[in-house]
């Protein structure tokens, strides 16, 4: 049953769904099966057309005197790494669109043991190792790339790497940049609870490194979300600011670099705090 009046209300502790196991965990070894299979088909129908051309198995327990097989060695093992990525992330891939098309994500606030939590949880387990060994390959591309498979909307010229992003219900504008060891989360775990909102990000922002975006936030245009910050369930981040705070409760102003420099050396002489503080307040609403 779905709920609409019971958010966990401001400094509650909140769990993501990434903690929980679940029997759904199997599909990693699934995913490595497939991934297996791939790599030892690929490499024996190669074994049998280097024999036919060259009348000698490429794999073998020889030791290499040929001098074709020591250059093709290295692109050999690259090549092998490759394929396995792309056959993990497309088979899940496939696995995940076939579990959005039996129950599709919703957004609300449902109870544990429902098709939401349980759901979520499935695709939540469906999508984590093909991220994961993204994260473990050197391409920061790849990242993008398997983000589009599983969904995520990002647009171009967007910076999405050393972090975690939900792979549903995310949009990312384009030129935005994310840090290192962010979390934007679409969905939460609260008690026995399951929150499900859509995050917008827009154009040209910036996700602070070790931050946390929740479910439902709306970053504007230009809206940066500053280091060791998260937001709210449900919160906009106006545009062209700096956001603050733990939750974010605090903007302050975007500064060419000559003016950050001016407010340095302020600071350094003693006399810039008052200015700062004066800015803080106009942009807050004299709070």
């Given at each position: 049953?779905?709920?609409?009046?019971e958010l966990?209300s401001?400094g509650d502790?909140i769990s993501?769904?990434?903690v929980?196991k679940?029997?759904?965990?199997?599909?990693i070894?699934v995913q490595?099966f497939?991934?297996?299979?791939?790599?030892?088909?690929?490499?024996?129908?190669w074994n049998?057309?280097?024999?036919?051309?060259?009348?000698?198995?490429?794999?073998s327990f020889?030791?290499?005197?040929?001098w074709?097989r020591?250059?093709?060695l290295?692109p050999?093992i690259y090549?092998?790494?490759?394929?396995?990525?792309?056959?993990?992330?497309?088979?899940s891939?496939?696995?995940y669109k076939?579990l959005?098309?039996?129950?599709?994500?919703r957004?609300?606030?449902?109870?544990?043991g429902?098709?939401?939590?349980?759901?979520t949880?499935?695709?939540?387990?469906t999508a984590y190792?093909p991220?994961?060994?993204t994260?473990a390959l050197?391409?920061p591309?790849?990242?993008i790339?398997?983000?589009?498979?599983?969904?995520?909307?990002?647009?171009?010229?967007?910076?999405?790497?050393e972090?975690?992003?939900?792979?549903?219900?995310v949009?990312?504008?384009?030129?935005?940049?994310?840090s290192i060891n962010?979390?934007?989360f679409?969905?939460?775990?609260y008690q026995?609870k399951?929150i499900?909102?859509?995050v917008?990000?827009g154009?040209?922002c910036v996700v602070g490194p070790?931050?946390?975006?929740?479910?439902?936030?709306?970053?504007q245009?230009?809206a940066?979300?500053g280091?060791?910050?998260?937001?709210?369930?449900?919160?906009?981040?106006?545009g062209?600011?700096?956001?603050?705070?733990t939750p974010?409760?605090?903007?302050?102003?975007?500064?060419s670099?000559?003016?950050?420099q001016e407010k340095?050396?302020?600071?350094?002489?003693?006399?810039?705090?008052?200015q700062l503080?004066?800015?803080i307040?106009?942009?807050?609403?004299?709070?």
């Amino acid at each position: 049953m779905e709920s609409k009046n019971e958010l966990p209300s401001e400094g509650d502790v909140i769990s993501t769904s990434g903690v929980f196991k679940t029997p759904f965990t199997l599909i990693i070894l699934v995913q490595l099966f497939i991934g297996g299979l791939v790599i030892v088909s690929t490499n024996l129908l190669w074994n049998q057309s280097y024999f036919a051309l060259t009348g000698h198995y490429y794999f073998s327990f020889e030791p290499i005197n040929d001098w074709v097989r020591w250059i093709l060695l290295p692109p050999s093992i690259y090549g092998n790494i490759f394929l396995f990525w792309i056959s993990v992330v497309l088979s899940s891939a496939l696995i995940y669109k076939i579990l959005n098309k039996i129950y599709p994500p919703r957004e609300g606030v449902f109870k544990r043991g429902s098709k939401e939590w349980k759901y979520t949880h499935r695709r939540f387990w469906t999508a984590y190792f093909p991220i994961w060994l993204t994260r473990a390959l050197p391409l920061p591309w790849m990242d993008i790339a398997t983000y589009r498979f599983f969904g995520v909307h990002i647009g171009k010229n967007v910076v999405a790497y050393e972090g975690y992003i939900d792979p549903e219900l995310v949009d990312i504008g384009n030129f935005t940049m994310t840090s290192i060891n962010i979390c934007i989360f679409s969905h939460l775990i609260y008690q026995d609870k399951i929150i499900i909102k859509r995050v917008k990000i827009g154009k040209a922002c910036v996700v602070g490194p070790h931050t946390v975006i929740s479910p439902g936030t709306v970053m504007q245009d230009g809206a940066i979300l500053g280091v060791n910050s998260y937001t709210n369930i449900g919160q906009e981040l106006e545009g062209n600011l700096i956001h603050v705070g733990t939750p974010v409760s605090m903007t302050l102003p975007i500064q060419s670099l000559e003016e950050s420099q001016e407010k340095a050396k302020k600071i350094r002489e003693g006399t810039g705090d008052k200015q700062l503080d004066g800015e803080i307040e106009s942009k807050n609403g004299g709070k």
